[in-house]
């Protein structure tokens, strides 16, 4: 398996970006909530992920069932009409979706790596705010536009991503 390595002027992304496995030793305080390291089931070890819920739809259904149908005499005549019965139910229209995607680890998330993303972004015509080195909303916006592309609607960058525009190289593990 390929290990993954920032190049130098390159480095991270700060989000609420969950985090594999982490270092902390014995007598370190909790990392704030947001820092704390989850991944999902087999992720490598200091990996780090963001996970996108999407919820459920549902959708109320409602039907006329007829029970009774109408009785019509020979010329015509309704002696009498249906009867129905109105039944109402919710049905699953999509279920609901966990995704998760594996991203630069918040320390990697430098004020250098996060211009270097945004002048990727700007090349690419993503990006058409000031280089800042901060991870502003026109940032995020650019990021979720561009991985759009590829069906991720997130505003935190994937590795992929950060790969797809040169920021991060693909070694192999030693």
Not at 57 to 65: G, K, L
């Amino acid at each position: 398996m390929p290990s993954f390595r920032l190049t130098p002027a390159l480095l991270g992304l700060w989000s609420l970006t969950a985090c594999g496995p982490g270092q902390e030793g014995a007598s370190d305080p909790p990392p704030p909530a947001e820092l704390t390291r989850i991944a999902p089931p087999g992720a490598p070890p200091d990996t780090c992920w963001h996970r996108i819920v999407t919820p459920a739809v549902v959708e109320t259904v409602t039907a006329h069932v007829l029970l009774q149908p109408t009785e019509v005499m020979a010329d015509g005549t309704v002696t009498r009409p249906a009867i129905y019965k109105t039944e109402t139910r919710q049905q699953i229209v999509r279920e609901r979706e966990e995704t998760w995607f594996e991203t630069p680890c918040p320390e990697d998330m430098t004020p250098e790596f996060i211009a270097s993303l945004q002048r990727a972004l700007r090349v690419r015509g993503f990006y058409i705010a000031p280089v800042t080195g901060q991870m502003d909303s026109a940032t995020r916006n650019a990021v979720s536009r561009y991985q759009a592309r590829d069906g991720l609607d997130s505003g935190i960058l994937s590795l992929k991503s950060a790969r797809d525009l040169g920021l991060v190289s693909v070694l192999p593990q030693q």
